[in-house]
């Protein structure tokens, strides 16, 4: 934040608290302070918590276990300490939530007294427990021979050498066996001292000082000096002690971090340690010649080897933390960091810090560079911060797969990331994902491999990463728009799911009447397809060079059940759609649906969510279509009522209205999808996407458009889908009946057929006679005509009524007050005259 905006923020402050202070000054403070603050070991939450530990010992009785149990998980570095010190301090605080605690440990202290004749009982469930662990082991070591895939095989553990010979040590592995003779004289005792901290500076012990034994193994060592030393000597000897105490505690974390399990990044810092360690081994042997050519006792000790305390303590402290938290990977470079951030103002101190650092990043960046310079994954241990999470190859997955490839096959790990590297650790997982995509599609990855090393300046690292990762973007970039034509693609979808080809449509629709009308178990689905790909060859489709990527699919329900089963996804109605769906009459209308086959790496984008989301638009769209060609259908073989005398005419009347009625219903819901949603929506989504950097903000966009397209569509408001598929199935109905009978009140009316209609009524005589022989118990033909008036009107209103429920105040669903405002032009179904019409309606159907 800059000086001028943090006065700007406190004058601000200090006008709506009412202070009289001037802003300067308040701003100088605070600098001061943060200054002040820089470089101290603990910060201001850390200094919240040790009131909150202060506050809670405070209300124990015996608050000295507490505060040991609180020192011991400090120097682990477990994870979320300072939330569960401040959640206690909470509990501590709440009398409600003690008192309940308090009852539940009663509770729990209530033991069920044990009898001598419940000991068999308890030795045969035991025993019943054991035999069904032991079937676990024997099923688990026998996998390889059971299971169809391989199993991922294990992180090898190789058995300490140092456990196995605990002799080949260097940390005090031997006992000195010499005897000491009080009589010495104190010249001799001085030499003899120095002679035994010579050895014990290389973890060998000596006559007067001896190692104690450790109780943990983590534990800086101690030293016992011999009673018999004079008391300045073993003063002094204790100033030198504790160098040989860092030297045990580095020796044996390098014993133990070099084996293979602990990760490369404990090997390397292992390796530097165990360097260091050499140095120090040629340092003592420099003092133990000048100790043989009479030139060194205990101050001159002192003076030469108290320069090299201070290091030696870094180290071992770094070692001794590490070891205690169980580091490996990414936590261990975290600890690292905070040590260097720690140690500003101490020259010396962060040096030494940055050499560790430096030396144990060098695998971890190795693993970085071959990842966003690859997009190989070379983690044998898994101390990497971004994980795979396939087992098998791509090419073994079905063909929705690649919805979930994307978003699941690599993951990051976020207790691996190093702390210096999580401002980018997004674009890190990014980078390596393009490659990686790039490789699988064939294409040789063309980036120099350019070595990553760590810096006290962020600026080194973290620009060779976003360098890496501007080029893997715009190489997949390039490879997935330009290459592989992804806007061609899209324009090629959206020309049949979306109905932008018009002719097609019209096309298909023409030669497919009769099979849409069938059973889905009567129809042939290869007939269909054949249809189809006669419809493309007939059309303006014949143009598009991915018209043989189109594919016919017929459902096993339809979209009502489709959407509702999608939007019921955690809700207390999901049960209720798990089940397949039961319908005893599936027409082709209600499951038919186009699929699109489409390559890697396009299906990325075009995955199988996304092809669902473009057949639901192409299933709710295609039925209004199929609906509204059935209403000019009957319009068409109305036309005859021309003919008809006037005053016999009158009595159709009230069908012609309500067709057309049902017409304008049907052509402005389908205006509204195509015109004032979807082309508004793709014009848009054009236009981001002429501005995306990478693959990821492009699956945005994408998802973003087929989600605002569903939404305005009223697919995704179930009340109102129910509405709309009423209405459709009452227009089909409605359709179908005027079909039926138009034969009848046309030979009424004329005396005979016209020679223009015989043929088609010719082809349905036996659903006419069917219809016919029923016409003894079914109602008027006027009636009828009431009926579906009523019912049309109730949907039409009910629909009119949920749109205007839509919250007004935002602009989620603005779209479809159009609509709202287009069915009720004028008020007209809105309006008092239609209310009280609708109302004698009803009043004379329900008569």
């Given at each position: 934040m800059s000086e001028f905006k943090l006065q700007h923020l406190v004058?601000?402050?200090?006008?709506?608290?009412?202070?009289?202070?001037?802003?300067?000054?308040?701003?100088?403070?605070?600098?001061?302070?943060?200054?002040?603050?820089?470089?101290?070991?603990?910060?201001?939450?850390?200094?919240?918590?040790?009131?909150?530990?202060?506050?809670?010992?405070?209300?124990?009785?015996?608050?000295?276990?507490?505060?040991?149990?609180?020192?011991?998980?400090?120097?682990?570095?477990?994870?979320?300490?300072?939330?569960?010190?401040?959640?206690?301090?909470?509990?501590?605080?709440?009398?409600?939530?003690?008192?309940?605690?308090?009852?539940?440990?009663?509770?729990?202290?209530?033991?069920?007294?044990?009898?001598?004749?419940?000991?068999?009982?308890?030795?045969?469930?035991?025993r019943r427990e054991a035999l069904k662990r032991s079937q676990k082991e024997l099923n688990s070591s026998s996998v390889l021979n059971t299971t169809a895939s391989l199993p991922r095989a294990s992180t090898p553990s190789v058995t300490s050498w140092v456990q196995r010979r605990p002799t080949l040590s260097w940390d005090f592995s031997t006992q000195s066996f010499s005897t000491i003779s009080p009589a010495v004289p104190a010249i001799s005792q001085e030499n003899i001292l120095i002679e035994d901290l010579l050895s014990v500076l290389i973890g060998i012990p000596g006559c007067y000082i001896e190692a104690e034994e450790l109780n943990d193994a983590y534990a800086p060592r101690t030293f016992k000096i011999n009673d018999n030393v004079p008391l300045p000597l073993q003063e002094l000897v204790k100033q030198i002690l504790p160098i040989a105490s860092h030297y045990s505690l580095i020796q044996r974390f390098t014993e133990e971090k070099m084996r293979f399990e602990f990760g490369q990044v404990n090997n390397a810092l292992a390796e530097e340690m165990s360097a260091i360690l050499k140095e120090h081994l040629i340092y003592v042997t420099q003092l133990q010649d000048e100790f043989e050519a009479d030139n060194l006792n205990l101050q001159k000790l002192w003076f030469y080897i108290q320069k090299r305390l201070q290091p030696f303590g870094i180290t071992a402290n770094i070692a001794a933390t590490i070891s205690k938290s169980d580091a490996k990977g990414g936590k261990v470079l975290s600890l690292l960091h905070d040590h260097i951030i720690g140690s500003i103002g101490d020259e010396r101190t962060q040096q030494r810090c940055v050499s560790l650092m430096e030396a144990a990043c060098v695998p971890y960046m190795k693993m970085l560079g071959m990842w966003i310079y690859r997009g190989i994954i070379s983690d044998p241990i898994s101390e990497f911060l971004v994980k795979d999470n396939e087992v098998i190859q791509k090419e073994d997955m079905p063909v929705d797969y690649s919805a979930d490839y994307w978003d699941k096959k690599y993951s990051i790990e976020r207790e691996k990331i190093p702390k210096f590297l999580e401002p980018v650790s997004d674009i890190i997982l990014k980078a390596g994902k393009y490659l990686n995509v790039i490789r699988q599609c064939g294409k040789p990855v063309k980036n120099k491999i350019r070595p990553i090393l760590y810096k006290i300046e962020e600026k080194h690292y973290i620009e060779a990463i976003e360098n890496a990762y501007k080029f893997a973007s715009q190489t997949l970039l390039d490879l997935v728009v330009k290459e592989k034509d992804l806007l061609g693609r899209l324009k090629s979808v959206k020309h049949y799911f979306l109905l932008d080809q018009g002719d097609f449509i019209v096309t298909f629709l023409t030669l497919c009447e009769k099979e849409l009308s069938k059973d889905v178990g009567d129809v042939i689905q290869g007939r269909i397809e054949s249809l189809m790909d006669l419809a493309l060859r007939l059309s303006s489709a014949v143009s598009d060079p991915y018209k043989d990527d189109l594919r016919i699919e017929l459902l096993p329900y339809d979209l009502q059940f489709q959407m509702l089963k999608i939007l019921t996804i955690q809700t207390n109605m999901e049960q209720d759609f798990r089940t397949t769906y039961e319908r005893q009459k599936l027409l082709v209308i209600d499951s038919f649906s186009f699929s699109y086959e489409v390559h890697w790496p396009l299906s990325l984008i075009l995955n199988r969510k996304s092809l669902a989301c473009y057949q639901m638009i192409f299933r709710h769209l295609f039925y209004c279509k199929y609906v509204e060609r059935m209403i000019c259908q009957v319009w068409k073989c109305n036309k005859v009522a021309k003919k008809f005398h006037f005053d016999d005419a009158q009595h159709y009347r009230a069908a012609f209205a309500l067709r057309q009625r049902m017409?304008?219903?049907?052509?402005?819901?389908?205006?509204?999808?195509?015109?004032?949603?979807?082309?508004?929506?793709?014009?848009?989504?054009?236009?981001?996407?002429?501005?995306?950097?990478?693959?990821?903000?492009?699956?945005?966009?994408?998802?973003?458009?087929?989600?605002?397209?569903?939404?305005d569509c009223m697919l995704t408001i179930p009340p109102i889908l129910r509405t709309v598929t009423k209405l459709l199935s009452i227009c089909v109905d409605f359709c179908q009946f005027m079909q039926r009978t138009q034969k009848y009140f046309v030979e009424a009316e004329l005396g005979s057929l016209p020679s223009s209609m015989y043929e088609s009524f010719h082809q349905n005589e036996k659903v006419f006679q069917d219809s016919s022989s029923h016409a003894s118990t079914a109602p008027s033909f006027k009636e009828r005509i009431s009926l579906f008036d009523v019912q049309f009107s109730v949907a039409l209103v009910n629909l009119l009524d949920q749109i205007n429920n839509l919250n007004k105040d935002s602009s989620e669903h603005d779209r479809l007050f159009n609509l709202l405002y287009r069915l009720d032009f004028n008020s007209f179904y809105s309006g008092d005259f239609m209310k009280k019409d609708f109302g004698s309606i009803r009043i004379e159907s329900s008569g």
């Open positions: 004058a601000e402050l200090l006008n709506s608290l009412g202070g009289k202070n001037p802003p300067e000054k308040l701003v100088e403070a605070l600098q001061k302070s943060i200054s002040s603050g820089t470089g101290k070991e603990c910060s201001g939450s850390q200094v919240a918590i040790q009131s909150y530990v202060q506050r809670i010992a405070e209300d124990l009785k015996n608050s000295e276990p507490f505060l040991l149990k609180f020192e011991d998980l400090k120097q682990k570095n477990v994870d979320c300490l300072g939330p569960y010190v401040q959640l206690l301090y909470q509990i501590s605080q709440d009398s409600g939530v003690k008192s309940l605690l308090g009852r539940m440990d009663k509770h729990s202290e209530q033991k069920t007294e044990m009898t001598r004749d419940d000991l068999p009982q308890i030795r045969s469930r035991l017409l304008h219903c049907v052509q402005n819901l389908e205006y509204h999808m195509m015109v004032e949603v979807i082309e508004p929506h793709w014009c848009l989504f054009l236009q981001k996407i002429s501005k995306v950097n990478n693959v990821d903000e492009i699956l945005f966009c994408h998802r973003d458009f087929l989600d605002s397209c569903l939404k």
